[in-house]
């Protein structure tokens, strides 16, 4: 066990919607990272806090959004859902403001996301 | 062209076998290389964690890097089914620290 928790497990939903996926990082650590995995793509980074403020932008989508909150838990906002959105997200947390070989990305077991 | 290619596979193997798994990169700025293991429904975990190039050795596994080729491996020896999993190699610049990933090889170990 990781660790780090993300709720919830599985989410179906509909083209249009908004979906909101939580992370809580492992105790202690500071920094939030967020990632996407389809099977053509691979695991994509989207966004990354650190000690509530964003630290660092990959691929993310517009129609995307993240926040870190005071307790440190994160929230990954999907809005304007399209079909090409169905992936796994993975959460990954790491002690400090960068990952090294004694800070390593430590992942939860992702929200798997379906929309149809 | 994707910064790292990695063949998806699948790679299947009988029990007992050396298992050698590989990633190219185009980016001649990555310096830290990593090599994580994710199982079925799970979600991505740190096998091996090397700097620069050379060979790092940890039980079975063996982690190998040749920058000038932009070339790494992955070696396991003694293959188990337990070794059933997706293999993602990962690797990140020197400044910037985000991982990289490669799409992840899956390989099989049938007894």
């Known amino acids: 066990d990781s660790g780090v928790t993300q709720t919830p497990k599985h989410l179906i939903t509909a083209t249009g919607q908004r979906v909101t996926l939580r992370c809580s990082p492992r105790?202690?650590?500071?920094?939030v990272y967020w990632y996407q995995q389809s099977l053509d793509q691979g695991l994509q980074f989207l966004i990354q806090?650190?000690?509530?403020?964003?630290?660092a932008k990959g691929n993310i989508l517009e129609r995307f959004s993240a926040q870190q909150f005071p307790d440190l838990h994160s929230e990954l906002n999907l809005s304007s859902l399209e079909l090409g959105d169905s992936a796994l997200y993975f959460c990954?947390?790491?002690?400090?403001?960068?990952?090294?070989?004694?800070?390593?990305?430590?992942f939860g077991n992702g929200t798997r996301l379906t929309v149809t | 062209q994707k910064e790292v290619e990695q063949d998806p596979g699948p790679l299947s193997v009988p029990e007992g076998a050396i298992v050698s798994l590989n990633c190219t990169y185009s980016?001649?700025?990555?310096?830290?290389f990593m090599w994580y293991r994710q199982y079925s429904r799970k979600g991505p975990e740190l096998l091996m964690y090397?700097?620069?190039?050379g060979n790092k050795e940890d039980g079975r596994f063996t982690a190998q890097v040749d920058k000038s080729s932009k070339y790494i491996s992955l070696f396991i020896r003694d293959s188990q089914p337990s070794d059933s999993a997706t293999y993602l190699c990962?690797?990140?610049?020197?400044?910037?620290?985000?991982?990289?990933f490669g799409r992840g090889t899956s390989l099989i170990v049938h007894p």
């Open positions: 806090y650190y000690n509530g403020e964003e630290r």
């Open positions: 090397t700097y620069s190039s």
């Open positions: 990954a947390s790491s002690p400090r403001d960068r990952s090294s070989y004694n800070s390593p990305l430590h």
């Open positions: 980016n001649s700025a990555f310096q830290y």
């Open positions: 105790s202690g650590d500071l920094s």
């Open positions: 990962a690797m990140s610049e020197g400044g910037s620290y985000i991982p990289t």
